[in-house]
Structure formats: structure tokens, C-alpha cells
């Protein structure tokens, strides 16, 4: 948790003393954001990989955004994250499907770049860490597509994952308002499992829209 949290603010205060025009005037803006995060798991016992195939999940949230000037904002953000992954395979004629699904509280703190400064889509580019605090872990089997056990595993992983999120997309610019298009990828970067003997890892390919205001 400190480890996390001392992340953070190295890269809030990073940007806090990045210099600029004093002419400059700081805004500030706030948005709302939803899509889906296409999860899967980095997954490894005793060097030996297993790891899953992807998930769609949702992912839902909002963002503060501090422009600096026409080119750089900095833009911290918060969203409800689900991530996890799913495996299949045969087993005695049977068709057996785990889905195992990691709830989280997601902030990321992100650079972002407009490759623009003028006309109604602005292009954008944007990176930075992220730092997830895990609310739950559960996972699911279903034997030929019917459910048949459920478990939940949340006390043998780490409750903080750290990540780096970096995309890009398009920022459309409206009367009042601002439509935002974006791709982005989270690549976890902490080791899940609490057994030193594994290797669990969170991955995903986000697609989002949102409305700036």
C-alpha cells in the first residue's frame, strides 16, 4: 500500500512542478467515462504458463482534468474496474469453463498530450501509472455451459495492484460539451499471489467513451 501510494504522488508531484508559459492560465474540467475492458490474466505455477483467455467486462468512472495549456493536461481519474479472465478445456467429455473476475477501485494518473491545438477533433495521446485497491475475487465453473461451483479467492492475492496505463484517441469538441473516444491498454506490472510459486497478473484492452464538461 505505501509502495503504491508513494507512486502516486511522485507522479503528481512530478507534474506539479513541470514548467510553464507564465502567461498560462490553469483550467480545469471534469468528465464521466464508460466502456469495456477486454481482461485476461498473466498466470504461471513453477515457471509453467497457464494463462487465460480474455474477458469482457465494464469499467465505469469519472476524471478531473487540469489543463495546463493547449498541449499538456494532467488528468487524474477514478473508476469501478472489473478485470479477470476465463479457461476452458475437456475433461472426460465434459466442456468445463472457469471465469474467475477481480473487482477494483482503478486510479490511474495520467500525461496527457493534444496533438492539436485547434479544430473540433483534437487527436490525443496519454500515459502514466495506476494503482488498483481490490474489492473482490471470485471465480466461477460451469460444466457444458451450465453453472456448478463458485469460490471466491480474494485472502491468497494481494489487495494493491500497480499498473501503467497508456492509449490514445480523440477528444470532440461540442457546443457545451466533449465527446471522448478512446483505446487504452493497463499492464499490470504487480505479482497477485501471495505463493511465491505463482505468478498472477492483471492485463487489459479498454475501449471508452465519455462526456466532458
Known amino acids: ?41 498473466t498466470y504461471s505455477y513453477e515457471g509453467e504458463s497457464d494463462n487465460s483467455s480474455s474477458s469482457m467486462n465494464p469499467i465505469i468512472g469519472g476524471f478531473l482534468a487540469i ?18 479472465g476465463k479457461w476452458v478445456w475437456e ?3 465434459f466442456s468445463i469453463k472457469e471465469v474467475e473476475k477481480i473487482g477494483s477501485i482503478h486510479i490511474p494518473l495520467l500525461a496527457k498530450v493534444h496533438l492539436a491545438q485547434e479544430g473540433k477533433a ?4 496519454f500515459a502514466g501509472p495506476a494503482v488498483d485497491f481490490i474489492l473482490s475475487a471470485k471465480g466461477k465453473y460451469y460444466l457444458d455451459g451450465e453453472f456448478f461451483d463458485d469460490y471466491d479467492f480474494k485472502e491468497f492475492i494481494k489487495h494493491t495492484n500497480l499498473s501503467l496505463v497508456f492509449g490514445g484517441g480523440v477528444e470532440i469538441m461540442m457546443d457545451k460539451l466533449m465527446i471522448v473516444l478512446e483505446g487504452r491498454y493497463n499492464m499490470g506490472l ?7 510459486d505463482e505468478v498472477y497478473k492483471l492485463k487489459g484492452l479498454m475501449v471508452m467513451i465519455g462526456i466532458g464538461f
Open 67 to 84: 489543463n495546463f495549456n493547449k498541449t499538456f493536461t494532467f488528468q487524474p481519474e477514478i473508476y469501478f474496474l472489473n478485470s479477470g
Open 91 to 93: 475433461e472426460e467429455g
Open 122 to 125: 483534437i487527436p490525443i495521446l
Open 1 to 41: 500500500m505505501k509502495k503504491a501510494l508513494g507512486v502516486l504522488l511522485c507522479a503528481a508531484l512530478l507534474t506539479a512542478v513541470l514548467p510553464r508559459p507564465a502567461a498560462a492560465e490553469v483550467t480545469f474540467g471534469l468528465g464521466i467515462k464508460g466502456g469495456v475492458n477486454f481482461a485476461s490474466i
Open 190 to 196: 504487480s505479482d497477485l499471489h501471495a505463493d511465491a
